[in-house]
């Protein structure tokens, strides 16, 4: 699996950052981005769980 916020629907507001902080941080611009290239595997659940409470839909989630 992995995640990856789009930078232009990104709003900063941090849920997913305070989620599942081993996957996703804020950067100096004020935006979030997914840390790993592959979301771990004990993080799977809470990282949907931060697509699905993402304000703007801004993370893309793909299952490879």
């Known amino acids: 699996m992995k995640a990856k916020v789009i930078d232009?629907?990104?709003i900063g507001c941090g849920a997913c950052a305070a989620l599942v902080p081993e996957e996703?941080?804020?950067n100096d611009n004020g935006v979030a981005y997914a840390?790993?290239?592959e979301v771990?595997?004990?993080n799977?659940?809470?990282a949907k769980d931060a697509k699905e409470n993402c304000p703007t839909g801004a993370i893309n989630i793909t299952e490879d």
Do not use: P
Request: charged letters at 45%; a negative charge; glycine letters at 0%.
């Open 40 to 42: 771990k595997e004990e």
């Open 24 to 26: 996703f941080d804020i």
């Open 35 to 37: 840390i790993n290239k």
């Open 44 to 46: 799977k659940e809470l």
């Open 8 to 10: 232009n629907l990104c």
